[in-house]
């Protein structure tokens, strides 16, 4: 899901009209946004268009950040049900779920 978190979504926007995006369609069937700028403008349009390509064919939804907070890598999650929340099971996801184990050790002794 995109979100507009502190105007990251608008960011994302702006850079897409800034190259200049336009659909180009292709002998063959093929099609694709492509900028007509060219430099950072026309880069950072190729990347809104692979950001575009990835909402429109579904793969967006599984790109994600890690939840750990020391960690907020990007990770692409494989689950099938979207339910990944850690880049790494066996590093921040371990790391996590030891860390809430002993909060909930210390809430009981408190
Ligand atoms: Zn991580």
């Given amino acids: 899901m995109l979100s507009g978190d502190d105007g990251a979504l608008e960011r994302v926007n702006e850079a897409g009209e800034r190259a200049g ?14 900028p ?3 430099g950072v ?12 390509g990835a909402v429109a064919d579904g ?7 890690c939840e750990r907070d020391s960690c907020r890598w990007a990770f692409y999650d494989h689950s099938k049900n979207h339910s990944g929340r850690w880049c790494d099971m066996d590093v921040c996801g371990a790391r996590e779920k030891s860390a809430r184990a002993y909060r909930r050790r210390l809430a009981q002794h408190a």
Avoid: Y
């Fill in 21 to 34: 995006l336009r659909p180009v369609l292709r002998r063959g069937g093929e099609s694709a946004l492509e």
């Fill in 36 to 38: 007509a700028a060219g």
């Fill in 41 to 52: 403008d026309g880069a950072l349009g190729r990347l809104v268009a692979i950001v575009h």
């Fill in 59 to 65: 793969s967006w939804a599984h790109l994600k950040a």
